[in-house]
């Protein structure tokens, strides 16, 4: 497996070099102003009824440096994603600064379809290291979150006769977002009962999907960065509702109340 490149600072080794030099400098970054990185991942409700992930690294860039975020095997799995759960993946105590992208290894992948478990094929790519490019500043003494969001449905490819699939093939869609500069959207569709799905879209960009509930008819769109979105909903008769354009406020939640599929 592809190593991280570059100076990998574990939480230990930090901390020793800090207790005697006030001003340590390495390769232009100061690494007496330190902070907490917390990485989480999250993703919305998919057609399996099992999905996981066993990460095998984590690590963010400063400068020409990688930190270690997380270097051991860490597996999640739950029986749908629910919508806006966190689960933590990796902590440490980093160099306070500019940061540029993180890098993920994913050391493997299973679905659950009809109480059968499939092994999902990792292409090279992601388990020798997918950089997310999302430029983020970390401010000394504080406490920053990142939430690595999946969409399922579109990351794990089916391979086969529809209904019948041969293998399953991981081709990641993610983002990556800081915490606290997100918001969300949720509503209530009337009809819900044909397999109403919902997205959000920036830009000509679909940043997220979310399922229906087919009963209840809620849905959230988690996660997203504050500003102007379209927001769109069909079901599997061609039914449909649009929104735009909607604002998102970081740190807060836009209602649309209860919608109806036309």
């Not at 009824?49 to 990460?55: G, M, R």
């Not at 354009?245 to 649309?256: M, Q, S």
């Amino acid at each position: 497996m592809k190593k991280v490149i570059g100076a990998v600072f574990m939480l230990g080794m930090l901390g020793y070099f800090l207790s005697g030099c006030d001003q340590l400098q390495l390769n232009g970054i100061d690494l007496s102003e330190t902070a907490t990185l917390r990485v989480y991942v999250s993703g919305v409700p998919s057609e399996f009824q099992e999905v996981s992930f066993t990460f095998s690294e984590i690590s963010a860039q400063i400068g020409n440096m990688w930190i270690s975020v997380m270097d051991t095997l860490h597996t999640v799995t739950l029986p749908q994603w629910a919508v806006g759960d966190l689960i933590e993946i990796g902590e440490a105590v980093v160099p306070a600064g500019d940061y540029s992208q993180l890098q993920l290894l994913i050391e493997r992948a299973r679905v659950m379809v009809g109480n059968e478990i499939f092994e999902v094929v990792i292409p090279d790519s992601s388990q020798a290291g997918m950089k997310l490019i999302d430029e983020f500043v970390i401010d000394p003494g504080t406490s920053f979150e990142l939430i690595i969001d999946f969409d399922i449905n579109r990351s794990i490819i089916s391979v086969g006769p529809p209904g019948n699939p041969i293998s399953y093939h991981l081709r990641p869609v993610m983002r990556v977002i800081p915490r606290a500069l997100s918001g969300s959207l949720s509503a209530t569709v009337t009809n819900p009962e044909n397999e109403a799905v919902a997205c959000a879209i920036q830009n000509g960009d679909t940043l997220t999907t979310a399922r229906v509930h087919p009963q209840s008819g809620a849905f959230l769109l988690g996660f997203l960065p504050g500003g102007d979105y379209t927001i769109m909903v069909s079901d599997q008769n061609g039914a449909a509702y649009q929104a735009d354009p909607v604002e998102i406020i970081a740190g807060e939640n836009k209602d649309l109340g209860e919608i109806t599929l036309q």
